[in-house]
C-alpha cells in the first residue's frame, strides 16, 4: 500500500505564488506613485523584493522542495525586521509623545501578528504528514 501523499506542498506553493505576484505588483505601483525617502526608501524597495523571494519560495515549494519553505520564512523575517524598524521610525517622526508611543507598538504588533501568521503559513507543508519534500 502506498501513502497518498499531502496536497499541503501543491497548495501552499500556488497561494505564495499568487501572493507574490499580487504584492509584486501593488509594490511597484506605490513607487511609481511616490518614492520615499531614507529608510521609507529601503522599506519600499524592500517591499517589492521580499514577495518576490517568498514567489520563488512558493515555485519550489510547488515541486516539493523544502529550499522553497526556507526561502518564504527567511523573507517573512526580513519583512519582519524591516516592518519594527520602520514601526520605531513611524515611532520618531510622530515625536516621543503618547501618539508617536501608540503609533510605534500598533505598528509592531501588527508586524509580529501578520508576519507570524504568514510564518505559520508557509511553514504547513513542513508540519504535513506524507508532504515528501526534499
Same mark, same amino acid.
Given at each position: 500500500?502506498?501513502? $497518498? ?11 505564495? !505564488? *499568487? ?13 511609481? &506613485? ?8 529601503? =522599506? $519600499?524597495?524592500? /517591499? ?14 510547488? $515541486?516539493?522542495?523544502? %529550499? ?13 525586521v +524591516?516592518? !519594527? ?7 520618531? &517622526? *510622530? ?6 508611543? +501608540? ?11 501578520? /508576519?507570524?501568521?504568514?510564518a505559520? %503559513?508557509?511553514? !504547513?507543508? *513542513?508540519?504535513?504528514?506524507? =508532504? /515528501?519534500?526534499?
Open positions: 500500500v502506498v501513502a $497518498q501523499q499531502s496536497p499541503a506542498p501543491t497548495w501552499m506553493g500556488v497561494i505564495m !505564488i *499568487l501572493y507574490g505576484l499580487i504584492m509584486t505588483i501593488l509594490a511597484v505601483f506605490e513607487i511609481a &506613485d511616490a518614492m520615499g525617502e531614507g529608510i521609507y526608501m529601503i =522599506s $519600499q524597495v524592500l /517591499n517589492i523584493l521580499v514577495p518576490i523571494a517568498i514567489g520563488v519560495g512558493g515555485f519550489f515549494t510547488f $515541486q516539493r522542495k523544502k %529550499m522553497g519553505v526556507w526561502i518564504g520564512l527567511g523573507a517573512i523575517g526580513v519583512s519582519t +524591516m516592518g !519594527i524598524i520602520v514601526s520605531m521610525s513611524v515611532r520618531d &517622526d *510622530l515625536g516621543s509623545g503618547v501618539i508617536g508611543d +501608540m503609533a510605534g507598538g500598533l505598528g509592531v504588533i501588527i508586524t509580529l501578528a501578520c /508576519n507570524a501568521f504568514c505559520l %503559513m508557509i511553514a !504547513i507543508p *513542513l508540519m504535513a504528514t506524507g =508532504s /515528501n519534500l526534499e
